[in-house]
């Protein structure tokens, strides 16, 4: 009897101690603060549901607006996931590039085909910025998108209102390339290389877009 006591002890100890693990690894990623809580972003990194349902994500354009915190490397306590979707490579860009210099306020939107960034800065070189958050861009997506930058804070509004569109909203490319325009009026960067513009664009990229 005093045997079966002991194993009996001994399986009860065991399943406590299960227990408390478990506990412990749902603290993990259920906790608030700077901890992951998966099972409240899974919709929101992965885009598998939410207020739109199942969703086809590589159709959705991505927007993101980021604003540098005055706490020099704070991210509000988020870190730069994978890109994902395109949703998260906006989140992606915003954040990095409101640690360049100057660059205070930054809205990204990603389509299928190209980046479009706007962005309130200080600086005084403008160029030097414009290429800075270029590039930034340029580092974190596909190599063949191309993308656009401006300084113009007023553009900032036309890129958010363009968040809701998708690849296959009516009137969405005619919009894109407008903005596209507006956006080229502000500085560019430096070219990307001797066979690309300070967009990314090739020769090739431009006789597409012309015979469209």
């Known amino acids: 009897m005093k045997k079966w006591s002991i194993i009996i002890g001994f399986c009860l100890l065991f399943t406590a101690a299960g227990c408390s693990k478990d506990m412990a690894n749902r ?40 604003q540098k915190s005055p706490i020099q490397g704070d991210r509000g306590g988020t870190e730069h996931y994978s890109a994902i979707d395109r949703e998260q490579v906006a989140n992606i860009i915003s954040q990095l590039s409101t640690d360049i210099p100057n660059v205070n306020d930054v809205a990204t939107l990603v389509t299928d085909q190209e980046v479009l960034v706007s962005y309130s800065t200080d600086s005084k070189d403008r160029n030097k910025t414009a290429d ?40 969405a490319r005619g919009l894109i390339d407008g903005l596209v325009k507006q956006m080229k009026k502000s500085p560019q960067g430096n070219r990307m290389s001797d066979s690309e513009d300070e967009n990314g664009a090739t020769k090739d990229d431009v006789m597409k877009t012309t015979n469209k």
Do not use: W
């Not at 993990?28 to 899974?42: A, C, F, L, M, Q």
């Not at 992965?46 to 159709?59: L, M, P, T, W």
């Open 132 to 171: 800075q958050v270029k590039r930034t861009a340029m580092s974190v997506i596909p190599r063949y998108y191309h993308v656009y930058v401006s300084d113009n804070t007023n553009l900032m509004r036309d890129v958010e209102n363009l968040a809701n569109l998708d690849s296959k909203s009516k009137n």
């Open 27 to 66: 603290d993990v990623y259920e906790e608030s603060g700077d901890t992951i809580n998966v099972n409240n972003k899974r919709d929101e990194l992965y885009n598998e549901g939410g207020s739109k349902g199942v969703r086809n994500v590589s159709d959705d354009y991505g927007f993101v607006r980021h």
